[in-house]
T-cell receptor
Framework: DAGVIQSPRHEVTEMGQEVTLRCKPISGHNSLFWYRQTMMRGLELLIYFNNNVPIDDSGMPEDRFSAKMPNASFSTLKIQPSEPRDSAVYFC??????????????FGPGTRLTVL | TQLLEQSPQFLSIQEGENLTVYCNSSSVFSSLQWYRQEPGEGPVLLVTVVTGGEVKKLKRLTFQFGDARKDSSLHITAAQPGDTGLYLCAGGMSTDKLIFGTGTRLQVFP
């Protein structure tokens, strides 16, 4: 079975450019999460969706970040304009999302973003 | 803001040694999960504990959830090089949201 799929795996861009990260969750999973991981701040939740609806976006750093989930099988995280401090590994994860506090989250391989 | 502090932050040991990683918070969690992350990959779930005082064993790994459900520990017996990685605890609240700990980076040398 395919796990969570993310693209691209690596992205190098210049400051000020728009960056779009993509995620395909595991089929049948109802919750989707976007995380950012850096050495300094660890793994931070940016936003999560349940049944395609944003539930908690309190971790989104600022208005330059936006996320969408137009359907159950696709989500995007967009940064516009990008800044060097946005450099990090961005993970997408999905879970069954049926209300259990002990649901396992399945992570994708991540997108390593470098903003020059 | 809930915060999960892990200690130690870094740990380098020889193969065969035992170790314990701690995960502490001032908040009460409904569940506590432990994940392991290897370089270039996403975290992978090792175990979930939901009851205060619960102990779970996974081969050489022993996980314990504190009685008050505010802390947890991971003990590895006779560590092997394959145990090398970043260990993350994650506290579950009343929704799907997880709060991840600061992480413990383990290096086991042959």
């Amino acid at each position: 079975d395919a796990g969570v799929i993310q693209s691209p795996r690596h992205e190098v861009t210049e400051m000020g450019q728009e960056v779009t990260l993509r995620c395909k969750p595991i089929s049948g999973h109802n919750s989707l999460f976007w995380y950012r991981q850096t050495m300094m701040r660890g793994l931070e939740l940016l936003i999560y969706f349940n049944n395609n609806v944003p539930i908690d976006d309190s971790g989104m750093p600022e208005d330059r970040f936006s996320a969408k989930m137009p359907n159950a099988s696709f989500s995007t995280l967009k940064i516009q304009p990008s800044e060097p401090r946005d450099s990090a590994v961005y993970f997408c994860a999905s879970s069954l999302g049926q209300g259990s506090v002990s649901d396992e989250q399945f992570f994708g391989p991540g997108t390593r973003l470098t903003v020059l | 803001t809930q915060l999960l502090e892990q200690s130690p932050q870094f740990l380098s040991i020889q193969e065969g040694e035992n170790l314990t990683v701690y995960c502490n918070s001032s908040s009460v969690f409904s569940s506590l999960q432990w994940y392991r992350q290897e370089p270039g990959e996403g975290p992978v779930l090792l175990v979930t504990v939901v009851t205060g005082g619960e102990v779970k064993k996974l081969k050489r790994l022993t996980f314990q959830f504190g009685d008050a459900r505010k802390d947890s520990s991971l003990h590895i017996t006779a560590a092997q090089p394959g145990d090398t990685g970043l260990y993350l605890c994650a506290g579950g609240m009343s929704t799907d949201k997880l709060i991840f700990g600061t992480g413990t980076r383990l290096q086991v040398f042959p």
